[in-house]
C-alpha cells in the first residue's frame, strides 16, 4: 500500500514490493524484483518473464542505466517531450523521461536518476551522464 506524501510515493510498512523509494531526504531510488530462484531483474513484475518464479525480492537500484530507445511524443502535452526505455545497470528495463531537448536524447546515452517520481506524469526522470547536448544539425 502506498501513501502520497506530495509527489512522491511513500513505501508503507505491510507492502511487499515498493517500485518507487523517496529513501532519504536528499535522494530517491527506484525499487526493483529480483528472482531469488534465476536471478533475473525485473521492473514491476508478479512473477518472474524467465522462471515464473513468485519469490521476488526487492531491491534498490543505484540509479544509472542507457537509453536504449526514445521518441518524441506530441500528445497530451503542451510541448513535445520524450519517452524513453531505460535499460538500467542492474538488467532490468523502465520506462521513463529524460531531460534535456527531446530530439537531443539517443540510443546508447548513459543517464542518471534524477527524481523517482514526476510530479506531472508519475514517471522516473533522468538525466544526461554527460551533460553534452548534440548539437542539431
Known amino acids: 500500500m502506498y501513501q502520497h506524501s506530495g509527489?512522491?510515493?511513500r513505501q508503507t510498512a505491510g507492502?511487499?514490493?515498493?517500485l518507487l523509494d523517496p529513501g532519504t531526504p536528499d535522494t530517491e531510488a527506484?525499487?526493483?524484483?529480483?528472482?531469488?530462484?534465476?536471478?533475473?531483474a525485473?521492473?514491476?513484475?508478479?512473477l518472474c518473464p524467465v522462471c515464473r518464479g513468485s519469490d521476488l525480492r526487492t531491491e534498490r537500484s543505484e540509479?544509472?542505466?542507457?537509453?536504449?530507445?526514445?521518441?518524441?511524443?506530441?500528445?497530451?502535452?503542451?510541448?513535445?517531450?520524450?519517452?524513453?526505455l531505460i535499460e538500467m545497470a542492474e538488467g532490468f528495463v523502465l520506462r521513463g523521461r529524460v531531460m534535456g531537448p527531446p530530439i537531443g536524447i539517443h540510443s546508447g546515452d548513459r543517464v542518471r536518476l534524477s527524481t523517482a517520481k514526476d510530479p506531472v506524469r508519475g514517471e522516473p526522470v533522468f538525466q544526461l551522464v554527460d551533460e553534452t547536448?548534440?548539437?542539431?544539425?
Open 7 to 9: 509527489s512522491v510515493a
Open 15 to 18: 507492502s511487499a514490493t515498493g
Open 30 to 40: 527506484i525499487l526493483y524484483q529480483r528472482c531469488t530462484w534465476c536471478g533475473t
Open 42 to 46: 525485473m521492473y514491476h513484475r508478479l
Open 63 to 84: 540509479g544509472t542505466g542507457t537509453v536504449r530507445h526514445s521518441t518524441v511524443v506530441h500528445r497530451n502535452t503542451p510541448a513535445a517531450r520524450n519517452v524513453s
Open 133 to 137: 547536448y548534440r548539437a542539431w544539425t
